[in-house]
């Protein structure tokens, strides 16, 4: 299996917003032609409405990260990294292998 296509990356729902942390990493991981997948999770800071649920709906953000906020980046071996800008930065750090 290639590993780059187990990388797997979580964000938000409203992660198509212009400047979002969500948004910016997956774009650069596009930039950077990565493979990977995408994963939506429901219940947002800004959402007040969502509180009530935001713990159940981000459960497995919470056993990866230890925190619940998105994006986060889960690696083909296990590793995570948390945070738009944590998740570029590593990008630039870690071209893909051709």
Same mark, same amino acid.
């Given at each position: ?21 969500? #948004?910016?990493? /997956? ?15 429901? =219940? %947002? ?17 919470? #056993?990866?990260? /230890? ?7 889960v ?7 948390t =945070? %738009? ?14």
């Amino acid at each position: 299996m290639d590993s780059l296509a187990a990388m797997l990356l979580y964000v938000c729902r409203s992660g198509s917003s212009f400047m979002h942390p969500c #948004r910016d990493a /997956g774009e650069a991981l596009r930039n950077a032609d990565y493979t990977f997948e995408t994963r939506q999770v429901t =219940g %947002g800071i800004a959402q007040p409405w969502t509180w009530p649920s935001r713990a159940k709906d981000r459960a497995e953000i919470k #056993r990866l990260s /230890g925190q619940r906020r998105v994006p986060i980046l889960v690696l083909d071996g296990g590793e995570v990294i948390t =945070g %738009g800008s944590n998740i570029i930065e590593w990008t630039q750090a870690n071209p893909p292998s051709s």
